[in-house]
């Protein structure tokens, strides 16, 4: 990981219309802030808990039973309040905004929504939200990595970052903390910071997200002629890519040690990281990190096989183009496992 002096977090609004509606002077404060909602609860009262030594178990019930929910969101109340009261200095707000990203620092306490502003805002917004909104906002300032006062578009992120909002585990919450190295260092490299030169062979792959590393291996198998009918197992129970053993597959493959495919179908799941190898029935387990285990394939048996097909190598260089290598230090890779 290449930082760690200053964390990013996750922002979600109801809409983008929304989105524009708080990050720009519109809204009835006159200033640019973020806002979250959570019912009628207020800043003083969340502050109180958050910052307190009332254990967490408390106040998830806390918030269920004020929101009348099984699952009110306490983790994205509680990082929205950490965000901006707690070393606001270092901390940015990351928001996807339509086609555009946007970096807001936080620049003042959470404060409930005045009485009058709140009427404006449900008088042209209530109809977005199940129940009557309390917003408590924050105001803040926008920060231009490239320090050229242009926001970046979308797409020209690493596709890693580019794609966070559609992780799950962002999209279903309110506000939560980037804490994956593949964001993380992403994130940095927006910044003008380089990727440390790898050492080993998770140093390389761990800078892919989910997707992208699911696509690696499916692209390991598809150019050494295995047949796969997707790239990716998407949700499909405990199976990320499927090899069909058709007529034109071989039983085993050189180019992938210790995989044999002598089954109708070969399954495989793609992890970065697992503390236990599951029970599940899946053949071959690919993790960047795991336990001794005679179904797990590791960063290395990935890499080798990556670096040894030229079009595979090929993607994963262009995949991390965001992270300032060399040449010198790919050439270096390839040779090192090839």
């Not at 990351?94 to 409930?112: A, G, M, N, R």
């Not at 790898?198 to 295995?226: C, M, Q, S, Y």
């Not at 597959?249 to 236990?276: M, Y």
Request: net charge neutral; charged share 25%.
């Amino acid at each position: 990981m290449i930082g760690e002096e200053r964390s990013f977090y996750f922002l979600k609004f109801p809409s983008a219309a929304i989105s524009e509606y708080w990050t720009s002077p519109k809204n009835p404060t006159g200033k640019a802030c973020v806002a979250v909602y959570f019912g009628d609860t207020n800043a003083s009262e969340i502050r109180g808990r958050v910052f307190s030594k009332i254990p967490r178990s408390e106040n998830v019930s806390w918030l269920n039973l004020k929101l009348n929910s099984n699952h009110a969101g306490w983790n994205g109340l509680e990082a929205f309040f950490t965000a901006c009261e707690q070393i606001p200095e270092n901390n940015l707000f990351v928001v996807f905004h339509q086609e555009e990203v946007l970096f807001l620092k936080p620049v003042s306490k959470i404060e409930d929504l005045s009485e009058d502003a709140r009427n404006e805002y449900i008088k042209r917004w209530g109809g977005g939200h199940h129940s009557p909104p309390w917003p408590k906002i924050c105001y803040v300032d926008e920060v231009f990595p490239r320090g050229d006062n242009k926001r970046y578009v979308r797409w020209e992120l690493p596709f890693v970052l580019a794609t966070s909002n559609a992780n799950q585990s962002f999209n279903r919450g309110t506000c939560r903390r980037y804490t994956q190295v593949f964001h993380l260092n992403a994130l940095w490299s927006l910044f003008g910071k380089t990727v440390s030169s790898p050492k080993e062979a998770k140093d390389v792959l761990h800078n892919l997200g989910p997707i992208e590393l699911e696509t690696l291996l499916f692209l390991n198998l598809h150019h050494r002629g295995h047949f796969c009918p997707a790239n990716r197992g998407s949700t499909i129970p405990d199976v990320d890519i499927v090899v069909e053993n058709r007529a034109t597959a071989l039983i085993e493959d050189h180019g992938l040690d210790q995989v044999k495919f002598d089954k109708v179908a070969t399954t495989f799941q793609v992890k970065h990281d697992v503390d236990s190898i599951p029970d599940n029935g899946v053949d071959y387990v690919v993790a960047l990190r795991g336990p001794s285990h005679p179904k797990l394939r590791d960063a290395r048996w990935l890499m080798k096989a990556t670096a040894t097909n030229e079009k595979c190598f090929r993607w994963v260089r262009n995949a991390l183009w965001w992270t300032g290598w060399s040449s010198q230090t790919w050439e270096a890779i390839q040779s090192d496992y090839a």
